[in-house]
Structures are given as structure tokens and as C-alpha cells.
């Protein structure tokens, strides 16, 4: 049998970009990133709300990271990042929906815009937009915390998708200044953090900030 490839259209720096890749690397299956931002033409055709990424697998285009991340399990990977049990099932759909819904918009647009927006465009810091947020995004941060103390993993004790779509969204936060101070005092929380972060799939699928990080002297 062919070796199932995994085409993505992406930008590197996307969280959503690297849950679907590191559920491809977990599944085993090959995958490729073409450069494609998100609000461009192309994208637009790709993906009607103008979001990244899109893939394309086994003849099939998809779009948004729930419908594909769920697909390349099930099809490549015997469902194995997806508990069978209905109630850890739910527990799993449930971390999910509340990294898509509360965390993601939350930590995107009151922490990780304005800092990527600084750091590569060179606009000034909008302290006033991450100062707003930080309340909010500490408030999460602690639920998550709560959570994650009372068990080794989201949906329970197997790492699930769950854990994939978490980890992407709060590792850039604690590489910010502030969430690396919020994240300091969340001990189970980091804990979690740095246990995860050294599975195979989230360490070949890292930002490339975070290998230069990993590299320089501590
Ligand atoms: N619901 C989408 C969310 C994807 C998403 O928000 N992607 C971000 C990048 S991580 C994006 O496209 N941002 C560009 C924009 O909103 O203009 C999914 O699950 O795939």
C-alpha cells in the first residue's frame, strides 16, 4: 500500500497548523506544508471563513482541525488518540471544545497577536490590550491547572487529542513573558507541559523559535 501523504496549506507559526501536524506524526502519516496565509484568495477558495489550515489526504479536502485531526485518526491510525469509553469520550470532546471556544480566542487575540505583532512587524507593544486580557487569561490558566492535577492526562490516563489540541495552544503562551509567569506558578500545569512537550510528534513538529531556545546554552 502506498504511504498516505498529508498535503497541508498552512503558515509555520499556527497553532492549528501544528495540532494537525503532530496528529499526523502520532498517526505515522507523511505529511507536506505549502505556505498559504490565511486570508489570501487561494485560502478563501480553500477554506470559506478565510482560516488555516486546509489539507488535502487520501483524495479528500478538508478543512478545520476537529474534522481533520479526527479523520487522520480514524483512517490511519486505528482511532487510537480517541477513547472508546463514552464518558471519557465526552471528557476528551469537552477539553476540545473549550480550547477552540475559550482558550484559543482568548490567549490568540489578548496575548499572541500583540507580542508576534511586536516582535516580527515591529508595531508597538499594545501592553493595553495584553494588560485587559491577562485577568482573563490567568482565570483559564488555573481551570486547566485544576484539571490537569486530578489526572495524567485531559480526557483522563491516555493521551488523547485532547492533549495534542491543549498543549499547542498553551506552549506559545508560556513562551510570552507573562505566561511563562502565570505558567511558573501552576506547578501540575508545567509539569504536564514539560512532559508532553517531549513526545515525539510535539518535539519534530516545534516552532522554530523553540528549537533555537532549546539550543542556546542554559
Ligand atoms: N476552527 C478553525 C480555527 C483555525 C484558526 O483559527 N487558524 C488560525 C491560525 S492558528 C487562523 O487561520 N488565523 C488567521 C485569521 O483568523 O485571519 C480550525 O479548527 O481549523
Redesign the pocket.
Request: aromatic share 12%; no cysteine.
Given at each position: 500500500m502506498p504511504v498516505p501523504t498529508l498535503h497541508i496549506h498552512g503558515?509555520i507559526i499556527?497553532?492549528?497548523?501544528r495540532i494537525v501536524q503532530t496528529v499526523a506524526e502520532e498517526a505515522g502519516v507523511g505529511w507536506t506544508i505549502t505556505a498559504t496565509p490565511?486570508?489570501s484568495e487561494e485560502n478563501r477558495r480553500r477554506h470559506p471563513f478565510?482560516?488555516?489550515?486546509t489539507v488535502e489526504i487520501d483524495g479528500l479536502s478538508l478543512?478545520?482541525?476537529?474534522a481533520i485531526t479526527q479523520y487522520i485518526d480514524n483512517v490511519h491510525n486505528g482511532g487510537s488518540l480517541q477513547p472508546d469509553d463514552p464518558k471519557i469520550r465526552a471528557e476528551m470532546d469537552r477539553w476540545i471544545a473549550i480550547a477552540?471556544n475559550y482558550l484559543f480566542p482568548t490567549f490568540e487575540h489578548g496575548l499572541l497577536m500583540p507580542r508576534l505583532a511586536h516582535e516580527y512587524l515591529k508595531t508597538p507593544l499594545r501592553s493595553d490590550i495584553i494588560e485587559a486580557a491577562l485577568p482573563d487569561i490567568a482565570r483559564y490558566l488555573g481551570i486547566v491547572c485544576e484539571r490537569i492535577e486530578m489526572s495524567p492526562h485531559f480526557a483522563g490516563p491516555d493521551f488523547t487529542l485532547a492533549d495534542i489540541f491543549l498543549y499547542c495552544m498553551l506552549r506559545p503562551v508560556q513562551m510570552t513573558s507573562e505566561g511563562r509567569n502565570l505558567i511558573d506558578q501552576l506547578l501540575p500545569l508545567r509539569h504536564w507541559l514539560n512532559r508532553t512537550g517531549k513526545r515525539d510528534s510535539l518535539l519534530s513538529t516545534r516552532w522554530p523559535r523553540e528549537i533555537e531556545n532549546a539550543a542556546e546554552p542554559k
Open positions: 503558515t499556527s497553532t492549528y497548523t490565511a486570508q478565510g482560516k488555516v489550515p478543512y478545520e482541525s476537529v477552540n
